[in-house]
């Protein structure tokens, strides 16, 4: 049973940084992709922010973070991390990590079966 824990999260102003993580354990593919998701406030859909494909490094992002977000792995803990610098009121959301094994898509919800738990981030103007 592939389980994602995310830590992380808070509440900071406008220009702010923070960083989110997703540890992905008992993963069995040698393989896999990893893509975080945001949930807005009042709204059901999950859009993709960011995606990696592990080991292999390739990155994909939502043009809206692109030179803001950065996301990257540590193969040692099983762990990709989303930096997220100077934030806007806009990034506010639940953040998802998901994991797959090939996404039709990289940043589409649909694409992946594994789902961490979400965590909050929150951006003041």
């Known amino acids: 049973q592939v389980q994602l824990v995310e830590s992380g999260g808070g509440e900071v102003q406008a220009g702010g940084s923070l960083t989110l993580s997703c540890t992905v354990s008992?993963?069995?593919?040698?393989?896999?992709?990893v893509a975080w998701f945001r949930q807005a406030p009042g709204k059901p859909q999950r859009k993709g922010v960011a995606c990696i494909m592990v080991p292999d490094g390739s990155l994909w992002y939502t043009d809206s973070v692109v030179d803001r977000f950065t996301i990257s792995q540590d193969n040692t803990k099983n762990t990709v991390v989303l930096q997220m610098n100077n934030l806007e009121p806009e990034d506010t959301g639940i953040y998802f990590c998901a994991a797959d094994f090939r996404p039709g898509m990289r940043l589409a919800a649909e694409s992946y079966k594994y789902w961490g738990q979400g965590t909050q981030v929150t951006v003041s103007s």
């Open positions: 008992t993963w069995t593919s040698n393989s896999y992709f």
